[in-house]
């Protein structure tokens, strides 16, 4: 399970684009069971950083702070909050 790119500085970074209103579940369990499939096989000391793209969408507060409680503990802390970033449009 190859994360769409990495970094020079020891950074692999997952990029997502699901309909949060419709898929939210599938994106949680998507991202979780990938991030944890890939801490046994990449480097021990690199950091896995999530993008959730939500071009397009209305999505409230209260849903980005649902999906990334949910992230932080179905990858068992693997994810924290300062490394899911939700974005879109620049506001």
Known sequence: MRPD???DEGVAV????????TNSAA?????AE???ERTTHLPENMVQNVI???RGQ????DQKSYI????I???????????????????
Do not use: A, M
Not at 27 to 31: D, G, P, V
Not at 68 to 71: A, C, D, K, S
Not at 79 to 90: E, R, W, Y
């Open 5 to 7: 790119f990495t970094t």
């Open 14 to 21: 997952e990029v997502k684009n699901y309909d949060i209103e």
């Open 27 to 31: 994106l949680i369990r998507t991202i």
């Open 34 to 36: 990938q991030t944890l």
């Open 52 to 54: 959730i793209y939500i």
């Open 58 to 61: 209305t999505v409230s507060q």
């Open 68 to 71: 990334t409680e949910r992230l």
């Open 73 to 91: 503990s179905r990858t068992e802390g693997v994810l924290q909050s300062n490394l899911i970033t939700f974005k879109g449009p620049v506001e």
